[in-house]
C-alpha cells in the first residue's frame, strides 16, 4: 500500500479521533447538567466514533485482501454505526428544541430498519468489479445523502426550537450543524464525481480534514449554549426571588411593599404633574363567614378571583395590591377626589357582579376606605394608614359602604387608642361602677327590679358612656373580666337588698363575647354561691341579635342558664332578625321591646301596631314584656293599654348609683305597706 493510498484511512481516523473527544466531552457535560439532549448527542459522536473506525478497518481490509465474509461483516457495522449516529442526532435536537425526553421506545425501530438496509447494502454482490464499484458508489451515496439531510434538518429543529432570543450558542451550535450538512452533501458530489471518473480527487481527504474543524465548533457552541442557558436561569430566578419579595403568593397581586413603593412613586409624579394619588383600602363584607362556608379552597380561589375583578376595573397603570387576608389596596393616579370616586363606583360594581366558582354564584359586597392626596396625607404609609382609618369607620356603617377619610376620623382613632388603653386601668383603678334603673309593674306601679347598666368615671376622660367603650372591650375581650365584675357587683347588691327586707330582681345585661364564654354556666353559678343571692333574683338580659347568631348553641347555653334557676330576658327585641314564632323554641322569660319603638309609637300608628301585636304574641307564647326607654305619661299610657307588664325608662327614673336605687326600693316598699295597711 502507498502513502497516498493510506491517506483515506488516516481522514477516518482523525475523523474517530475527534469525534471520540467530542462525544467525552458531551458525556462529562451531561454528567454536571443533566440534559437528556447532551446524552443523546454524546452517543450520537460515539456512534460517528464506531463508524469511523470500522470504516477504516474496512477500508484497510478491502486494500489488503482481507475475505469477503468479514469484510461485510466490518461494512454493515459502520453503516449500522453510521445510521445510528444520524437517529440520535435527530432525537437529540428534539430533545434540545422541546427540553423533553425523546422517547427511547420510538429509537428501536428506526435503528432496527436502518441496520437492515445497512446490512443490504455491505451484501457483496457478482465479482464483477464495475458491480462492484457501483455498490460502493451506491453506499457511500446513501451515507453522505442522509447524513448531509439530517444534520441539516437538526439543525433546522434546533434553531426553531430555541426560540428568538440572540444567543452565540444558539447560532454556533445550529451554525456547524447546518455547515457539516453541507459538507456531507459537498462531500457526495466531489466522491460520487471522483469514483465516476475513476480517479479519487484529492479534495476528499482534505474534506474529511473538516470534520475534526466542525465537531470542535459544534463542541464549543454547545458549551457556550450551556453557559448561556445558566446565566438566564440565574437572572430569571433573580426575577423570581424579586417578584416574590414584592408580591402576594395567593393572588400574584403586589403586597403592601410594593403598593408603598409604588405610591411613593406616584407620589413624586403627581406633585410633578400637580395630580393626585388615591389610595383604598377595600375588604369583603363578612369573608369570614363566607370563608368558612365555602371551604378555604374555594375561599382562595374566591380572593384571586376578586383580584382579577378589581385589576379589570382600574386602568393599567394602576395598582391593585393584597394587603392581607380578605383586605385589598388600591392605589390609583387620578385628577381629584371626584375622579377617584368615580373609580370606586366601578369597583364596587365590579365585585357586585356574581362570582361563579365550580358552579357555585357567590355574591359579595366590598367596603373600604378612600384616602387622596394631597389632602389627606402626603406620604404612602400615611395614605394607607388614612384610607385604613376610613375602612374601619365604613365597616360601622354596615356592608356594602366606602367612607373618604376626613380629619375627624383622625381623631376618633386618636381616641379610640386611647380608650383601650384607659379600659385597662379602669378596671384595675375601680373607675367602674354599675347604676341601677327600676322597671315598675305597669298593673301595680311596683318596682320589680332593677337593671344594672356599666357607668365608667375615668380620672382622664371624664364620665365614658356604654355606647362608647363596651364596643371596644368587646373587641379587645377585656368585656370578659368586666362583665365578671359587674355580674359579681349586681349579685352582691341584690342580696343586700334582700338581706335589707326589700328583695328586688337585677337583671345583668351579658354581651355577645360572654355569651360564648364556655365557663358561663360555671360562672353564674358561682358568683350566685359566692353572694348568696337566689337565682330567682337574678335575670340575665342577652340581645335578639346575640340569641339568634347561632340559635342551636344559643338554645342550649340558656337552657343550662335556666337550669340555674336565673330567668333570661331577651333585650332590644324588635331591632334583629327573628320572628316571634322562632322565640317560642327558645328557653326564655322576657321579651325587653326596643326603646326605638316605644319611642316611636305615639305619633305613628304602625309602630303602636307593631308594639301591641308583639306584647300579644309575647303573651300568648306565657313571656312577659317589658318596655324600654319609656319617657313620657303618654307611652306608658298606650303600653298599659296594649297591657304591657313592665315599663323602664326616664319617666320612672334614670339609672341610679345603688345608694340612691336603695332609698328608692325602700320607699317603694314602705308605700306597697302603708297602701295594704289603709286597706287593711
Ligand atoms: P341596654 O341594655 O338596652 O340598656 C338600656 C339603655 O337605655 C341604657 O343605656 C339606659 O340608660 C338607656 N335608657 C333607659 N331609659 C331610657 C329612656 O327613657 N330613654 C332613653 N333614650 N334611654 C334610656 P346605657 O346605660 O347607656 O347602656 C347602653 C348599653 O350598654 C346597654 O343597652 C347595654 O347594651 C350596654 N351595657 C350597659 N351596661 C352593661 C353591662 O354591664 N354589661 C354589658 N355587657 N353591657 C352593658
Ligand atoms: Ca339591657
Ligand atoms: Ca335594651
Known sequence: MTAESLLPFYGYVGTAASAAIAAAVLASLHRSRQRPWLRSWSWSWLFLTFHSLLSAAAYIAARTGV????????????????????????????????????????????????????????????????????????????????????????????????????????????GSLAVTGVHYLHYLVVGVGGFASGTRSPLLTLLSSVDVLLAVVTVLGI??????????????????????????????????????????????????????VAVLSLDIDAFKLLNDSLGHGLGDELLRSVGTRLKGAVRETDTVARLSGDEFGLLLEVRDAEEAEVVVEKLRA????????????????????????????????????????????????????????????????????????????????????????????????????????????????????????????????????????????????????????????????????????????????????????PAQLLDLEITERVAMESPDVSQFVLRELRSLGVSISIDDFGTGYSSLAYLRSFPIDTLKIDGSFIQAMVGDPQSAAIVRSVIDLAHHLKLGTVAEGVETEEQAAVLRRASCDRIQGYLISRPLPAPEATRLLREDHRAARAAAGSVA
Not at 459502520?78 to 427511547?104: K, W, Y
Not at 453557559?227 to 403586589?254: F, I, K, S, W
Not at 355574591?363 to 378612600?370: F, R
Open 67 to 174: 475475505g469477503a465474509q468479514p469484510r461485510v461483516a466490518l461494512a454493515s457495522l459502520a453503516a449500522i454505526a453510521g445510521f445510528a449516529q444520524l437517529v440520535f442526532l435527530l432525537s437529540g435536537a428534539r430533545e434540545a428544541a422541546t427540553g423533553m425526553l425523546f422517547p427511547r421506545a420510538r429509537l428501536a425501530p428506526v435503528l432496527a430498519a436502518a441496520s437492515v438496509v445497512a446490512i443490504l447494502m455491505a451484501l457483496p454482490g457478482s465479482s464483477d468489479p464495475s458491480a462492484a464499484f457501483l455498490r460502493y458508489t451506491l453506499r457511500f451515496g446513501v451515507r453522505s445523502l442522509t447524513a448531509g439531510v439530517v444534520f441539516l434538518v437538526a439543525a433546522l429543529i434546533v434553531w426553531r426550537g430555541l426560540g428568538a432570543a440572540p444567543s452565540l450558542g444558539r447560532s454556533l451550535v445550529t
Open 223 to 276: 458549551v457556550i449554549l450551556l453557559l448561556e442557558a445558566e446565566r438566564n436561569a440565574a437572572v430569571a430566578a433573580a426575577a423570581q426571588l424579586e417578584h416574590m419579595a414584592g408580591h402576594d403568593a395567593l393572588t400574584g397581586l403586589p403586597n403592601r411593599l410594593m403598593l408603598l413603593e409604588r405610591t411613593a412613586q406616584a407620589l413624586r409624579r403627581a406633585s410633578r404633574d400637580r395630580r393626585s
Open 350 to 533: 365590579a365585585a357586585r357582579r356574581p362570582f361563579v366558582l365550580h358552579g357555585r354564584e357567590i355574591h359579595v359586597t366590598m367596603s373600604g376606605g378612600l384616602a387622596i392626596s394631597p389632602r389627606h396625607a402626603e406620604t404612602p404609609e400615611a395614605l394607607l394608614a388614612a384610607a385604613d382609618i376610613a375602612s374601619a369607620r365604613a365597616r360601622e356603617d354596615g356592608r356594602d359602604t366606602v367612607r373618604t377619610f376626613d380629619s375627624s376620623m383622625n381623631e376618633a382613632a386618636r381616641k379610640t387608642v386611647a380608650l383601650e388603653g384607659a379600659i385597662r386601668k379602669a378596671l384595675v383603678d375601680g373607675e367602674l361602677r354599675l347604676c341601677y334603673q327600676p322597671l315598675v309593674s305597669v298593673a301595680t306601679g311596683r318596682i320589680e327590679g332593677f337593671e344594672a347598666l356599666l357607668r365608667w368615671e375615668s380620672a382622664e376622660l371624664g364620665n365614658v358612656p356604654p355606647s362608647d367603650f363596651i364596643h371596644l372591650a368587646e373587641a379587645n375581650g377585656l368585656i370578659v373580666p368586666i362583665g365578671r365584675w359587674a355580674l359579681r357587683s349586681a349579685c352582691a347588691q341584690a342580696r343586700e337588698w334582700q338581706k335589707a327586707g326589700t328583695p328586688a330582681r337585677v337583671s345583668v345585661n351579658l354581651s355577645a363575647r360572654e355569651f360564648r364564654q364556655p365557663d358561663l354556666y360555671l360562672t353564674v353559678r358561682n358568683t350566685l354561691s359566692e353572694t348568696g343571692l
